[in-house]
């Protein structure tokens, strides 16, 4: 039901790419970090060429292409030609007769086939050849955080560390909490952290957000750190988080990283009573919410997971627009939830102002050839009384040929048609008309 995420896999397969490939870091990352790539110096000529994952294989709309980078002059630190052979068999795929010691004194200097390599091995290493990768990574901690390939290593060792060298990492990560949460790889870190570490170290790390957090709300990266912050932490022990919502509820609704982290407030503390307000200012704006490209998803979050009396207020306040709303984009998904988890009560009214006072009022064939509308119409019939039942279709059949003239309004008069228990069938199986054409549904918005 979200709106699209972004939200990146903590798997090394996933990133497919040669270290530095992104080019020379930015002044603006540089000066916010104060950190480089391994072996790559800013204004460093770089030439790339990217590639798809597979073979032949096209690129996929977000998907990571893998990357050939060559740098001019660039070789490992270290012990340079004994770690390349060492790499090269790795990249070869002969890699599993190797052990954690074999990388000895190498680990920081690993591409992506030793960080993978790396990866593997600490799930199932002995606690003495961990200790030793620990202490090694430990020092420069904070630079593979934000390393393309160096922050799974640490999140492997948040996964499989023993309870102190989290804590170590943890306190790694003390008085960096926002740049990390800004950054592309530092956010994932600092999410595996809040999963695994002590609820008081969790309490300790998201306090280094308080005056940020409608900064990092706002932030691609940064907004996976809040929902996490929530989904982790008691709301009483947050209670600078909650205050910065206080007054930005509609706004961040209709935000597309805000809508997501208002949906985990209302999933993890909807009930506790700090954050009534939470939900009283979605149903102020609840017009508006439900017309948005954003908000929509945020009001039918509402609809759904909500209390009956959040429900009927939310109807009541739609009421005296529910056909404009109907034919809108955005807002006929709301009008569907609205007839889907509604009471009789909600239904009813919905029902009586699409269909009008006689069969004079033409809104129902207006809804039957529109777009957007006909979803609403199809809604209806699958929740509706026998009895509300007969006296719309009796209303369809009168204008059933000029009805069959239209895209949208033809498949709803075939199924009305059929015996009731047939039709009712159909239209809880494909409620979407454009699925039976081969086609999706316009209105949702990728996730």
Not at 82 to 88: A, G, I, P, Q, V
Not at 178 to 196: E, T
Not at 231 to 252: H, K, P, T, Y
Not at 354 to 375: H, R, T
Request: positive net charge.
């Amino acid at each position: 039901m979200e709106p699209p995420r972004g939200y990146h896999k903590n798997g090394p397969e996933s990133q497919k790419f040669v270290r530095g490939i992104r080019g020379p870091p930015s002044n603006s990352n540089m000066g916010r970090m104060g950190l480089s790539y391994h072996g790559v110096q800013p204004n460093m000529g770089i030439m790339v060429q990217y590639l798809p994952a597979q073979p032949g294989a096209p690129l996929s709309p977000g998907s990571l292409p893998y990357v050939e980078a060559s740098y001019p002059g660039w070789r490992p630190q270290g012990n340079g030609p004994r770690l390349c052979n060492f790499l090269e068999e790795l990249k070869s795929g002969k890699g599993r007769r190797f052990g954690l010691s074999d990388i000895t004194g190498h680990v920081v200097d690993a591409d992506q086939h030793g960080s993978r390599f790396i990866q593997q091995k600490l799930e199932h290493c002995n606690p003495e050849e961990k200790a030793a990768v620990f202490r090694e990574i430990l020092p420069h901690a904070c630079k593979l955080m934000t390393d393309v390939f160096g922050n799974y290593v640490i999140q492997k060792f948040f996964e499989y560390g023993n309870p102190s060298q989290r804590k170590e990492l943890a306190d790694q990560l003390m008085g960096q909490i926002v740049p990390l949460s800004l950054q592309m790889y530092g956010c994932r870190v600092i999410q595996k952290a809040l999963d695994v570490i002590e609820p008081d170290q969790r309490v300790r790390l998201a306090r280094e957000l308080d005056g940020q957090v409608m900064r990092c709300v706002r932030d691609q990266n940064g907004n996976h750190v809040i929902q996490k912050c929530i989904e982790n932490i008691s709301a009483d022990r947050v209670g600078f988080m909650l205050g910065a919502f206080r007054g930005q509820v509609s706004s961040l609704s209709m935000h597309p990283y805000g809508c997501r982290v208002i949906q985990r407030l209302l999933e993890r503390c909807a009930n506790e009573h700090q954050c009534q307000f939470i939900t009283e200012e979605i149903l102020e704006s609840v017009c508006v919410l439900s017309k948005d490209q954003y908000g929509n998803y945020v009001t039918q979050h509402v609809l759904e997971k909500g209390t009956s009396k959040e429900r009927e207020r939310i109807v009541r306040k739609l009421s005296g627009h529910i056909v404009q709303l109907s034919l809108h984009k955005f807002a006929s998904n709301v009008i569907e939830k609205c007839l889907e988890h509604g009471g009789r009560v909600e239904r009813d009214l919905i029902i009586e102002e699409i269909a009008g006072p006689d069969e004079s009022y033409d809104s129902l064939l207006v809804m039957m050839k529109d777009q957007y509308g006909n979803y609403v119409v199809q809604k209806i019939f699958e929740t509706c009384t026998v009895e509300q039942r007969a006296a719309l279709s009796s209303r369809v059949r009168m204008h059933a040929s000029a009805l069959k003239k239209y895209t949208y309004g033809k498949h709803i008069v075939t199924r009305l048609e059929q015996p009731f228990a047939e039709a009712v069938s159909l239209f809880c199986r494909k409620p979407r008309i454009e699925a039976m054409n081969g086609s999706s549904d316009s209105r949702q918005v990728a996730d």
